[in-house]
């Protein structure tokens, strides 16, 4: 969906631009407060990251979120007020956390409001002069916005891995893209029919697929009859991800094997123990 990942570079553009700005701050904390064993290995790798070649790359972007134009006194009487528009700002973090509340799984629950956290505490930076940062930032703040930090980087970075194993797929023919009617991006597999599929399972099944070549345990053959099944969301191969989460991967032979046999594309045997313990 490109405008999840437009959301997605905007975000992180956003709590790059507060690092920078808070990099005075971030280069004098005291980071032994922060209950670490290892504060200076924390400053340095801070350090490391406020002289990255990441923010120098990123400083022609920035202008993309302008944070001097948010909450500004308008002279139109029809438009909100800019402490108005500051409650209700404040209102939507607060009904998202609230919202975060209603998640039934813990770690979920934990993520969420982590992130939240971080991308609030980068925006509070952003609105503040420079020299409040240090008085109106917490340690439970500034550890939520380092590792928001590093959660966005990382998805960014998988996003570029999925791209990756989905070209390979349109290449040996297994999948193929159709725009719909309403700009939206289906994945349709090779036999003409729309996949029916829930996105988010079939992202964590080409992410066990891609970990699974990444140590060996597939060929390249296997890797593109479990990338076919995934194209036709394969309810065997969708459901087995969805029971066993990470543990599907001992099964991924198996299931290529299987596949390789109805297509008569040849795939070795896979061995006893075969996949991750």
Known sequence: D?????????AFVVLLRAVQKASTFLQSYDYSRLGTEDAERTRALVERLLESCILQSCSSVFSAFDERQLFQPSQQPH???????????????????????????????????????????????????????????????????????????????????????LDRAEAAGLVRHVRGSTGSTRTSGTNGGTAGFDAALVDRAVALIMKAVAAGELDPSAEQQLLRLVALADPALLSIVRHYGDGARRHLPLLAHTASAATGVGVPSPSPGSGEP
């Not at 490109?2 to 905007?10: P, V």
């Open 2 to 10: 490109g405008e999840r990942l437009r959301n997605l570079h905007f």
């Open 79 to 165: 438009v909100h007020t800019w402490w108005s528009l500051k409650r209700q700002f404040k209102g939507v973090f607060h009904n998202i956390s609230s919202i975060l509340d209603c998640v039934s799984c813990q770690k979920c629950r934990l993520h969420g409001k982590l992130q939240l956290l971080g991308v609030g505490t980068a925006l509070k930076w952003l609105l503040l002069p420079p020299d409040l940062i240090a008085s109106a930032t917490s340690h439970e703040e500034l550890v939520a916005l380092i590792n928001t930090l590093s959660k966005f980087s990382r998805a960014i970075a998988w996003t570029r891995k999925l791209k990756s194993s």
